[in-house]
């Protein structure tokens, strides 16, 4: 079977995370497989970081800069709950460029000290409270620590936002947060696992999907110069480099 992106099939859902998991983390999501087989699916670069409950383990996926291809088993339940931005490093006790483009047991960072967050919980055969059991053990956990690095959880949200036209972003970034190429390099490394143009060009890319969500009768070479591209073309590449296929095909 062909892959497909991996939120056209199956059922996907997500919200805001409790108030007492917000410290660290920005939503909460469920996506279930279909009880048929299920295709591939293409996970496309989109600059976040999830810990993950699937089968009875936690896991940790991303950050990708290229597509991850997965094939899930059919009726697969994964739970995932996204880092808000600079704060996976911090609650995972690892840089960020690590576990780039990762598929990672947490057991793997953490050894015995995950098995003890394995074990707090509790089987159940309601996925309303197999959420809640998850956000109580991962909020537990959560409580009295710091994770999010809030200078670069700035430093995310001004390039999502989009800087002005024709502004060199390394020199912005240098200027607004007081630090030399080699320190900026080095923090967004850590924080998000690559650097200052790799994440401005994914989050480029989901600027112009939120606009063709958004405004889904307007030209996309016009979406394409507002999302911040050179021109259709240019979107055209990076589409296919992010996830495999035209805006076209997306739409």
């Known amino acids: 079977m062909e892959p497909v992106l991996a939120q056209t099939t199956g059922f996907f859902r997500e919200r805001p995370v409790r108030r007492g998991l917000s ?18 699916i293409v996970i496309t670069p989109d600059a976040t970081i999830d810990l993950q409950w699937i089968d009875g383990r936690f896991r940790v996926a991303g950050p990708d800069k290229e597509p991850q291809i997965e094939t899930p088993p059919a009726g697969a339940m994964i739970i995932g709950f996204r880092f808000r931005p600079g704060a996976a490093s911090g609650w995972l006790g690892v840089p960020v460029s690590e ?62 936002e989009g800087l002005p036209p024709e502004t060199p972003l390394v020199p912005f970034l240098q200027r607004h947060l007081h630090m030399s190429e080699r320190t900026l390099r080095r923090r967004f490394e850590d924080a998000f696992g690559y650097g200052p143009k790799t994440l401005d060009r994914i989050l480029r890319f989901h600027r112009f999907r939120r606009l063709q969500r958004q405004q889904g009768d307007a030209s996309t070479a016009l979406l394409a110069i507002e999302a911040g591209y050179a021109d259709q073309a240019h979107l055209i590449r990076e589409s296919r480099r992010l996830t495999g296929v035209t805006p076209s095909a997306l739409a």
């Open 23 to 40: 410290d660290a983390f920005s939503a909460v999501w469920v996506h279930r497989m279909d009880d048929r087989a299920s295709p591939p």
């Open 99 to 160: 576990i780039l483009g990762g598929r990672l047991g947490l057991d793997e960072l953490w050894g015995t000290r995950c098995r003890e967050l394995s074990d707090r919980i509790r089987p159940t055969s309601s996925l309303a409270k197999l959420v809640w059991h998850l956000e109580q053990t991962i909020g537990a956990h959560s409580e009295g620590r710091n994770a999010l690095d809030p200078l670069m959880g700035g430093a995310f949200d001004v390039i999502e």
